[in-house]
């Protein structure tokens, strides 16, 4: 059983930079294609982007394609998420998870985009 731990997040001005980064346990991780999620107040989770098992291929939701870029480390079961150029309606609790089917959510992480 995988289990994912998000981190990186916090309050940051509109137009700045996080990183947010997902461990993970167990040793599937290389073996799965895997993704971040965000959920804003009041909405459902969305998926945010993808990555495949060896990080040759990723895909992003509209919003934030040209932004935010995702990566992996599989020597160290980490998942990365790069955000640029931050703006208010990315502000959510970011988790990451594997896709198509999601296994246990971990507690995920919050990004606040405010001045």
Not at 20 to 28: K, R
Not at 66 to 94: C, H, W
Request: proline share 5%; charged share 15%; with cysteine.
């Amino acid at each position: 059983q995988v289990q994912f731990v998000e981190s990186g997040g916090g309050l940051v001005q509109p137009g700045g930079s996080l990183r947010l980064s997902c461990a993970a346990s167990g040793s599937i991780f290389r073996t799965l294609t895997l993704g971040w999620y965000r959920q804003a107040p009041g909405k459902q989770r969305e998926f945010v982007a993808r990555i495949t098992t060896s990080g040759d291929m990723t895909h992003y939701l509209t919003p934030v394609e040209g932004r935010f870029t995702i990566s992996r480390d599989n020597t160290k079961n980490t998942l990365y998420l790069q955000m640029n150029s931050l703006k208010p309606e990315d502000t959510a609790v970011y988790y990451c998870n594997s896709i198509p089917n999601p296994i246990q959510w971990g507690q995920g992480t919050q990004v606040t985009v405010s001045s």
